[in-house]
């Protein structure tokens, strides 16, 4: 099945700079690739996607990345806000065939 | 509210107790799924209801774990003899149809054995 790695487990970046968590998955049959913000006490929300017929997708601050023959996809958020501060995940898969890596909580210092 | 309601949001309980959580997706949506959250981990797949049928419960830990769907809308899941180790954060989700790719999440019912 599906395994989904994440790094780092922990990111602490300076009020706007930037921050980049990288994810690795072994089914080089997915072809989907939500990333979700997850806040104290809150279920996690989708903030971005890509499928696997795009290299790259941006919108506003945040931008992804995919690099299908090395199966691995990347977050990128530029300029970052005290509310950016929270846990991403990156997952692969659609629906309940979702996998889940095990999150980056990030830090963002005023 | 318009979006995936869980309760209760906590549960505390006593080891070998039996448990239930709710949860009332988006109106319209006919996927739902449950996971689980251990400190630290990102969620783990349990059981996809599409309509009222379970679609596919290979998460499921053992037979100490049920989950109900019985008019296509709210979702119950069930618990018997609670164990500490189930303790943690059972997130519900929901979706237009199982293959659109976004899941919408409740805020999740934390449920500790004690």
């Known amino acids: 099945g599906e395994n989904v790695e994440q790094h780092p487990s922990t990111l602490s970046v300076q009020e706007g700079d930037s921050a980049v968590i990288k994810c690795t998955y072994s089914?080089?049959?997915?072809?989907?690739f939500p990333w979700y913000k997850q806040e104290l006490g809150k279920g996690p929300q989708l903030i971005i996607d890509?499928?696997?017929?795009?290299g790259e997708k941006k919108d506003q601050r945040i931008a992804v990345t995919l690099n299908k023959t090395a199966k691995h996809f990347s977050l990128h958020i530029t300029e970052t806000q005290p509310e950016d501060s929270a846990v991403y995940f990156c997952a692969a898969g659609a629906g309940f065939k979702t996998i889940f890596g095990a999150g980056t909580r990030l830090f963002v210092k005023a | 509210g318009a979006g995936v309601s869980q309760t209760p949001s906590n549960k505390v309980t006593e080891k070998g107790k039996y448990v239930e959580l709710r949860c009332d997706p988006i109106?319209?949506?006919?996927?739902l799924y449950w996971y689980r959250q251990s400190l630290g981990q990102g969620p783990e797949f349990l059981i996809y209801?599409?309509?009222?049928?379970?679609?596919?419960d290979s998460g499921l830990p053992n037979d100490r774990f049920f989950a109900v769907r019985p008019e296509g809308s709210v979702s119950t899941l069930k618990i018997q003899r609670t164990e500490r180790g189930d303790s943690a954060v059972y997130l519900c989700?929901?979706?237009?149809?199982?293959?659109?790719?976004?899941?919408?999440f409740g805020e999740g019912s934390r449920l500790t054995v004690l």
């Open positions: 109106s319209g949506h006919t996927a």
């Open positions: 989700a929901s979706s237009l149809m199982q293959a659109t790719g976004e899941l919408f």
């Open positions: 089914d080089s049959a997915s072809n989907y």
């Open positions: 890509i499928r696997s017929n795009v």
């Open positions: 209801f599409q309509g009222t049928g379970a679609a596919d």
